[in-house]
């Protein structure tokens, strides 16, 4: 992002959608969707499974296009603009999938390498080094040489995050980061998470199941509902469990406890 | 547990009887188990159709013996059927695990009903969807090509970014790694010419002329036909699984959000690797050929050697040659296409993957043969 860009843009929220429609051909997932990211904001997208928050995800980073409405990405409609510059609104923009997504002919090493070398004119000595700071980050340190399909699922969704991180992104997306990982790390995840957002700034925008981990570092949210196929809550998860009185919002909130 | 055991155990039956006006009982006994007897729910179905005041159905289990899916899944069917007729059913009756598992199906059931709602599709408008997919699909064929056109213009402009380590593999995966099987195929292509030739050729004391036809055909075009067959099934259909394995993966969406183009990534170095492969296989196979219908025409019918050899060379022209081996670039291009295309578009599952290869097999090898037909013609217009 250029000093201009940045300058201009300090108004806008760092990312907004508005209005967003979301189908596959004539199924229509989820309609209707609206709602703004501030810049260093730890966002959660909430809903049951098969809501369309991956769907949602794939909208918004450009690899599927919108039925209806736009996205914004510092006041920049990201669906109308050229594919070029939508790479470069998304060089700023690390993701995590939902199922790690590591290239599988490369070493973990090399997977978090890659972006580096296509992004940056670091030496190989250098990308070396941030790749191994990176791992450790994530805890997997002395796996570089290791192939993606000799890890376990949680480690593959940690190095994955580690290769999200890799180019200290402006905006950071991650697809369920917590599932498939043990308590502990999970909460070490969502340490780094907080931390990320307090040393760099970055927004964060989590796609969650985990209720602990909403709690522990969500802003702000948005509850996709699976009945009326719409957004049907926004806000601090905490506000939202002590004043919303939808019972689908309250159920999720709760872990189908009935709402007070 | 004994054989006989089994036997004894009576099979699921139902009884109907009319306790009160307007309500059939249902008398559920014996056992209820899968693999065992029981009854369906047209029984019931025929009773309520009998009896047209029926607006109530009861159970009674109080001699069923054993239940399981067998039984929910009757009980699901009577409990549509009376719904549709608008007659109500009461579960009191049935034993308290069998109520619970029915609230919790016909729970979801409705939801399900809730969300699919596809009208179904007439006869006619199927062939229309189907054709109308056969468009799309060419006219996407199409549009991955102008796209692999543009990445190749760039890839000379020195401009396309992949890992030169990638495309060593890639190479050592499509040259080296099929000699053998293309070693096996092309001696005993050879050995199959030479031997039906030398046969028929015999009958006119020609035999020595089999050295000419065995050269010819291995060169003009059982060298790049064979190789190319060979190729897509083993490597077309292995690039369409692996492209296919990296799009369910969602690794063709990572490479995209980081900017990286997919088909200057992966499809180019698979295309250039197969093109320089390819020509020098299809040159390698010329010689295996040939050297397998030697053997066959100097070891099993006494040709002398000396002659054999002058014919073969006299007969090898560099256009033979020559043909063969841009056959063989075009049947790369053709290969590298259909199998990646078919991986960068397969759906999202395992099957899915399955699909792709089988289709782009079968798809290149109809591309080969079409195109070995056009190379055909033109030069037999040409006159070369
Ligand atoms: N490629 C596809 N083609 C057609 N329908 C799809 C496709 N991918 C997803 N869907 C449908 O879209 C809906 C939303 O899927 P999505 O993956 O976005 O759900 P999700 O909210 O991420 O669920 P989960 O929490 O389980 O990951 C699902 O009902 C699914 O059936
Ligand atoms: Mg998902």
Redesign the pocket.
């Known amino acids: 992002m250029t000093q201009t860009d940045t300058q201009i843009m300090q108004g806008d929220p760092h990312i907004r959608v508005n209005d967003v429609t979301l189908a596959?051909g004539n199924?229509v997932?989820m309609k209707d969707i609206s709602f703004s990211i501030r810049r260093g904001e730890i966002f959660v997208v909430m809903?049951g499974?098969?809501?369309?928050?991956?769907?949602l995800m794939k909208i918004m980073l450009g690899l599927m296009p919108p039925v209806k409405g736009d996205v914004f990405y510092n006041g920049v409609n990201f669906w109308e603009s050229s594919q070029n510059r939508r790479n470069k609104i998304l060089e700023n923009v690390g993701i995590l999938y939902?199922k790690g997504a590591l290239w599988s002919s490369m070493t973990l090493a090399e997977n978090v390498a890659l972006p580096l070398e296509e992004h940056t004119n670091l030496s190989t000595a250098q990308i070396r080094e941030i790749v191994s700071f990176k791992l450790s980050l994530v805890g997997l340190t002395g796996f570089e040489e290791f192939y993606p399909s000799e890890l376990s699922g949680g480690m593959i969704k940690r190095a994955a995050l580690g290769r999200a991180m890799a180019l200290d992104p402006d905006i950071l997306f991650f697809d369920?980061p917590s599932a498939g990982l043990d308590p502990v790390s999970a909460r070490v995840l969502d340490d780094l998470i907080l931390e990320l957002r307090e040393s760099l700034q970055t927004t964060v925008v989590v796609i969650s199941?985990d209720l602990e981990s909403i709690f522990a570092i969500a802003d702000n949210s948005i509850f996709l509902d699976l009945e009326t196929r719409t957004m049907t809550a926004t806000g601090n998860p905490r506000a939202l469990l002590s004043k919303s009185r939808d019972t689908n919002v309250c159920s999720f909130l709760t872990r189908g406890k009935p709402c007070s | 547990m004994s054989i006989p055991e089994i036997i004894q155990q009576p099979p699921g039956t139902i009884s109907f009887s009319t306790p009160a006006k307007n309500t059939l009982l249902i008398e559920l006994s014996g056992f209820w188990e899968i693999g065992g007897k029981s009854p369906s729910a047209k029984e019931v179905q025929d009773r309520i159709d009998a009896d047209s005041t029926i607006s109530r159905i009861i159970f009674d289990s109080g001699r069923l013996l054993s239940w399981d899916s067998t039984l929910l899944t009757f009980l699901i069917r009577i409990i549509d059927i009376c719904s549709t007729s608008g007659i109500s059913v009461e579960r009191d009756g049935l034993p308290r695990g069998v109520q619970r598992l029915l609230t919790l199906a016909c729970d979801n059931l409705d939801k399900k009903q809730v969300q699919l709602n596809v009208p179904a599709e007439s006869f006619l408008a199927r062939i229309g969807e189907g054709t109308l997919k056969i468009i799309i699909s060419s006219a996407e064929m199409l549009d991955f090509i102008g796209e692999a056109c543009s990445a190749l213009f760039r890839l000379f402009m020195a401009k396309a970014r992949f890992r030169g380590s990638d495309l060593a593999l890639i190479i050592w995966e499509c040259g080296v790694q099929a000699l053998p099987i293309v070693s096996l195929i092309s001696a005993l292509v050879g050995i199959i010419v030479a031997f039906v030739g030398v046969v028929q050729l015999r009958i006119f004391g020609a035999e020595i002329y089999i050295a000419n036809v065995v050269a010819i055909a291995m060169a003009r075009e059982m060298g790049a036909l064979m190789t190319a067959i060979i190729m897509m099934g083993r490597t077309g259909a292995a690039y369409a699984a692996q492209l296919g394995t990296m799009e369910v993966n969602e690794e063709i969406d990572a490479f995209k959000t980081l900017g990286i183009s997919p088909m200057e990534f992966l499809v180019i170095p698979r295309i250039v690797a197969l093109v320089l492969m390819m020509p020098l296989l299809c040159v390698y196979s010329d010689i295996v050929g040939i050297l397998g219908g030697a053997v066959i025409s100097i070891g099993m019918f006494d040709l002398p050697v000396n002659q054999y050899y002058d014919q073969t060379l006299n007969a090898l022209s560099i256009t033979h040659l020559s043909i063969g081996i841009i056959k063989s670039a075009v049947f790369a291009v053709l290969i590298a296409i259909s199998g990646c295309f078919y991986g960068m578009h397969c759906g999202?599952s395992a099957s899915a993957v399955g699909d792709a290869a089988t289709s782009s097999v079968v798809t290149g090898i109809v591309l080969i043969v079409l195109a070995d037909g056009i190379f055909a013609v033109i030069t037999n217009a040409f006159r070369i």
């Open positions: 596959y199924y997932v809903g499974s098969g809501c369309g928050k991956s769907t939902q369920e199941h | 999202r």
